[in-house]
């Protein structure tokens, strides 16, 4: 399974990006899949995460409410919708992959909201 991020870059306080996430080599359909983030200084951190079908999605408390976690089983992508950005959300983003019997992760994308 490899996991390929996109869609990071910088922008100002109160702005959006978007990210996208392109699975290859598995059956992404079948997988949870989700984002985290790694800010400098900090721990890896959850963002959020939706559930195979994408009838479920889950949302750190920090993220709720401005970011929007989707996918397209047919393209095989997911993707994070960032509203409202606030320079806290500086960060490496990560995708992730729960193929049940194991994570699988992409190189990540780095985002940075400028005051």
């Known amino acids: 399974v490899k996991l390929l991020e996109s869609g990071g870059g910088l922008v100002q306080a109160g702005g959006s990006l978007k990210l996208s996430c392109a699975q290859s080599?598995?059956?992404?359909?079948?997988?949870?899949m989700g984002w985290f983030r790694q800010a400098p200084g900090k721990e890896h951190e959850f963002v959020a995460a939706i559930s195979y079908s994408g009838n479920h999605t889950y949302y750190s408390d920090s993220v709720k409410g401005r970011f929007t976690i989707s996918r397209d089983n047919a393209k095989n992508t997911v993707d994070l919708q960032m509203n409202s950005l606030k320079p806290e959300d500086t960060a490496v983003y990560y995708c992730?992959?729960?193929?049940?019997?194991?994570?699988?992760w992409g190189k990540g994308t780095l985002v940075t909201v400028s005051s």
């Open positions: 080599g598995g059956t992404f359909s079948s997988y949870a």
């Open positions: 992730n992959a729960d193929v049940g019997h194991g994570q699988y």
